[in-house]
């Protein structure tokens, strides 16, 4: 029989010719499906790695802050895979097929070796801890010749229906129950003492933010925004960060000058830092947990507001204190929504973390003439604010650590405080009439989002601006 077989061609086209005819005299066909199937590791358009069909290949698997590497693997129908997976960034990850099989929460440095597989379908891998997957920390799996799902382009995360479907919706004419009690935004005077000790909790807590609407909020001290801190240039605050979630949290005072992998590094549940500074500068200074992704954790309450006085403040007959931020709702009593984070795609605008706080409750005991001081932050995280007061004018701005206006002869008068994120000042006013008087960023597209809020000054129904 072999005098029957063609002898080997050095010609490519011809030689592949010649091994088919083998197959076909000898009954080999299987050899030549074979050799096919044995090449361990090929690459695929993109560049990415292609497993061996039945068998079991290895991968290196990087997780960093936030991405993990590759971004996407290929392999035919079948395949198993064991991965090296090694955390090299600056907290801790994991890597879990469809967030349920694979490593456990690696600390930075940290490996494990995982065998996943065989699959017959795509898939995705992805690190678990709430907004890793959402910044960026996703692999698709596709398997060729499987079923398929739904993998994002690129290795990102999946495609989602559009911005709000699932989140939890608010009814902006809705009132709060009965026993509800809002943000008291009044404002006390730096307390004596030139040192000041505080321990702050990290926590993530379901709570309200607008009437009927509850979320997973992030917080210090479970409230939003978090405590509202004060001092003097030249105070030392020494602040003890607890963490009591279940999520890494860290905490940044723009008031500060410390470095950033020190006091404002990453802690883990059950963990505590002490963060000491000394007060420099005067401002209205945002505070905030500066965990990747940030955008995530200020998006979902983990921020504040810290008052270094300007020196020789002056003393006025009320203070009260503004934090300005967006909701970007989650599912009901869930944590907020990364991708509309991402697309700045809020859902709500407000005022010390509720919607309409103070147009349900009306800031009263104000009398005509009485001068008043009100401290805005804007926490963002992404929008700007443009605070104003309608039926009155400031005669004073400070903003960003000068003033810009004071009472004086020839000097006018402003109509708004223009701040971007994590910009903060103040205004001084007096009101003329008694009557309610509506305070609201001039950005008139937020005031029907929940920016909005009342002064109650002298013989007026507070009732009359809808609050209880």
């Known amino acids: 029989m072999s005098s029957n077989i063609p002898e080997p061609k050095t010609d490519t086209a011809e030689r592949d010719s010649w091994l088919v005819l083998v197959a076909s005299f000898t009954g080999l066909a299987m050899i030549v499906m074979l050799v096919a199937a044995g090449v361990a590791m090929r690459g695929n358009d993109d560049g990415a790695p292609v497993a061996a069909a039945a068998s079991t290949e290895t991968v290196d698997v990087t997780l960093g802050d936030l991405f993990i590497e590759p971004s996407s693997l290929t392999m035919p129908a079948g395949a198993t895979l064991t991965l090296n997976v090694t955390n090299e960034g600056a907290m801790a990850h994991d890597f879990k097929v ?9 600390e930075p440095g940290a490996s494990e070796t995982i065998t996943i597989g065989p699959f017959d379908a795509s898939t995705e891998a992805w690190c678990t801890v709430p907004g890793h997957k959402e910044g960026g920390m996703l692999m698709s799996i596709t398997v060729e010749g499987g079923g398929e799902t739904e993998v994002a382009a690129g290795g990102g995360a999946p495609a989602q229906a559009a911005s709000g479907d699932d989140g939890a919706k608010i009814d902006f004419n809705a009132k709060p129950a009965p026993d509800w009690k809002p943000f008291d935004p009044r404002l006390e005077p730096a307390p004596g003492g030139t040192e000041h000790e ?7 807590k379901v709570i309200e933010v607008a009437p009927g609407v509850t979320q997973e909020m992030w917080t210090f001290n479970d409230q939003v925004p978090g405590p509202i801190l004060r001092g003097k240039v030249g105070d030392i605050f020494t602040v003890t960060l607890v963490n009591e979630g279940e999520l890494g949290h860290s905490i940044d005072f723009h008031a500060s000058k ?3 992998d020190d006091e404002m590094r990453t802690i883990e549940p059950g963990e505590s830092l002490v963060y000491q500074f000394e007060a420099k500068y005067a401002g209205s200074w945002m505070y905030h947990c500066g965990t990747a992704p940030a955008l995530h954790h200020i998006g979902n309450g983990m921020f504040g507001n810290i008052i270094i006085d300007p020196p020789n403040l002056p003393e006025v007959d009320h203070e009260f204190v503004f934090v300005q931020s967006e909701l970007y709702t989650g599912p009901e009593g869930g944590p907020g929504d990364l991708t509309k984070m991402q697309g700045e795609d809020w859902d709500a605008v407000v005022f010390n973390g509720y919607v309409n706080q103070y147009a349900n409750a009306p800031i009263d005991g104000i009398e005509v003439g009485e001068r008043v001081r009100a401290w805005v932050l804007d926490a963002g995280p992404s929008e700007n604010s443009s605070f104003h007061v309608v039926g009155t004018v400031f005669d004073t701005v400070y903003k960003e650590g000068a003033y810009r206006l004071r009472p004086g002869d020839g000097q006018g008068g402003a109509q708004a405080l223009d701040l971007q994120p994590a910009q903060g000042g103040f205004v001084e006013f007096t009101f003329d009439e008694d009557g309610l008087y509506p305070i609201v ?17 002298g013989q007026v129904d507070a009732g009359a601006g809808g609050g209880h």
């Open 98 to 106: 469809e967030g349920t099989t694979g490593t456990a929460m690696l």
């Open 198 to 204: 505080i321990t702050m909790r990290a926590t993530e």
């Open 258 to 260: 410390v470095a950033w």
């Open 441 to 457: 960023t001039h950005k008139f597209a937020n005031v029907g989002k929940g920016a909005l809020g009342l002064f109650a000054v």
